[in-house]
Structures are given as structure tokens and as C-alpha cells.
């Protein structure tokens, strides 16, 4: 065979047929195509990432919950106000009435006239703006003097957003306000009432939500380990999705307006006017 021949031949063993030629070109496009369903499933996973993220943050309450997670604030001083010792003076001078039901609070509670709000002339309010756990756990003495036949307490939200007290330190405060009343005026029956939620979106209580749910928590289990404390969930007539608080019953965020009066009276009545 001459040389012509065998380059036919070679020609022939190199040259792809139709058949191999076709075949390489559908295992590209099948290559093309997984490798494009692999990045766009990647973008799609990624996207629901981002959008999933952006959702929660939304529901936390957005920059204003990264800010605050971020700051990670230090626990602060306890500075009373002249208003809050001015108050606390005329509380000090209250004529003793034995019997009586005594309202504990901070702002929430000092914010309507409990007497006319439950038509009952033995309902004392002794709410003080900005108060806390330990400023009630400070003024006891002007509490048990009275020998009240009922107390309700509501406090700890300022522990939370304004002195940035850990839950552990309230809820011991909270046991020592509850032995406290209890070994001075043994007759008195504690209501101990849950904090309320807060408008996620308000500056004010930002990212207090999930504290406020996990405090409410511990609160209940502790009231649940005395036989004269009776722990009165206003937390659940009060939430609405994304347990913050229905926009219905404040006016700020966090203090209640007279809608949210009325559901508290509700709530309570029974227990305030029970002989």
C-alpha cells in the first residue's frame, strides 16, 4: 500500500463518525444544563437565605434590633428621679388602713385612678413611674405597713429597657418582694401579674418581646411554687401576632391607653373584688 492509501486509512481511524460527533455534543448540552440547574438552585437557595433573614429581622423589629443586639448594653445604675422620690414620699404618708387592695406598679400602673376605675373606695394605687423590681423591693416597709388584704404587682419592664437587669437578679428580687410581704403581713393574698408585651416597631422597647416572654416565663413557674401567690396572665389578653402588643390598647408602643385599661380591669376584677 502506497503512501496515498495509507493516509486514507489513518483519515479514517481519526475522523470522528456522525454518530460519535452527535453523541459528544448532547453529553455538552446535558453538562450545560446540570451546571445551570445547579446555579440556579443555588441562587434560589441563597435568595430564600436572604429573604428568610430580612423576614425575621423585619419581625424583631429591623435596624433597631440589630442596633440593639449589636450595642449589647451594660447593666446601668439605678438613678431615681425628684418625681419618683416625690411620689415616693406621699406613698410613705398614707394613712394605714388595714384591709385594703394595693395596686404595685411602675408607670402602667400609676396611669389610672384604680378607686374610680373599680369603684371601690380600699383600692390604693401605689404605682411610681420609671419603678423596678429592687425600688419596689426598697419600699416594701411602705407596703406591708398598710396590711393590705390584696396586693398586685406588675413590674419589670424598666429592669429590662432601662437598667438592663438580668432576668435571673429580677426574678430574685421578685421572690424576695413575694417572702418579703409575706413574713410581714402573712394575712395579705400576692397577685402577681405578667408584664405586657411591647410594640416591636417602637424604638423605646425594641427587642424586649422575646425577654419579656422568657421573664413571664419564670415569673409563673416562681409564683407556681407558693400556695398564696396566684400569677394573673394579662400577657395573653394583650399579645397579638408576632406576640407583641395589639395596637389597639396603647398609644406609644407601651403604656396603655383607656382600651387598654378596660381589658385589664377585665382581667382582674374578679380577683380585686372577691371577698
Given amino acids: ?69 449589636l450595642s449589647s448594653p451594660a447593666r446601668q445604675e439605678v438613678k431615681r428621679s425628684a418625681s419618683y422620690m416625690e411620689d415616693l414620699s406621699m406613698l ?62 406588675m413590674v419589670g419592664i424598666a429592669d429590662l429597657n432601662s437598667y438592663h437587669v438580668p432576668i435571673s437578679e429580677i426574678i430574685e428580687n421578685y421572690r424576695s418582694i413575694i417572702m418579703g410581704i409575706n413574713k410581714k403581713s402573712p394575712e395579705t393574698r400576692i397577685f402577681f401579674q405578667s408584664v405586657l408585651p411591647k410594640q416591636r416597631y417602637a424604638s423605646t422597647y425594641v427587642g424586649l418581646n422575646d425577654d419579656i416572654l422568657l421573664l413571664n416565663d419564670k415569673l409563673q413557674q416562681l409564683c407556681d411554687s407558693f400556695d398564696f401567690v396566684t400569677y394573673v396572665d394579662l400577657y395573653k389578653h394583650f399579645r397579638v401576632s408576632g406576640n407583641q402588643i395589639n395596637p389597639e390598647y396603647t398609644y406609644d408602643g407601651g403604656h396603655l391607653n383607656s382600651k387598654g385599661y378596660q381589658v385589664w380591669k377585665s382581667v382582674i376584677e374578679k380577683y380585686a373584688l372577691e371577698l
Wanted: net charge positive; proline share 2%.
Fill in 1 to 69: 500500500m502506497g503512501f496515498a492509501g495509507r493516509l486514507r486509512n489513518y483519515e479514517v481511524c481519526t475522523t470522528d463518525t456522525p454518530a460519535k460527533t452527535v453523541k459528544k455534543r448532547d453529553n455538552k448540552i446535558l453538562k450545560k444544563k446540570v451546571m445551570n440547574t445547579i446555579l440556579l438552585l443555588s441562587v434560589g437557595l441563597n435568595c430564600l437565605i436572604f429573604f428568610s433573614a430580612l423576614i425575621f429581622l423585619y419581625n424583631k423589629g429591623g435596624v433597631h434590633y440589630i442596633k440593639n443586639k
Fill in 92 to 153: 410613705d404618708i398614707l394613712p394605714q388602713t388595714k384591709g385594703d387592695i394595693v395596686f404595685v406598679g411602675d408607670s402602667i400602673t400609676a396611669g389610672v385612678d384604680w378607686t374610680k376605675f373599680l369603684t371601690d373606695i380600699r383600692v390604693r394605687n401605689m404605682g411610681i413611674g420609671m419603678d423596678n423590681s429592687e425600688g419596689v423591693l426598697q419600699r416594701l416597709d411602705g407596703i406591708v405597713r398598710l396590711q393590705p388584704n390584696k396586693v398586685f404587682i
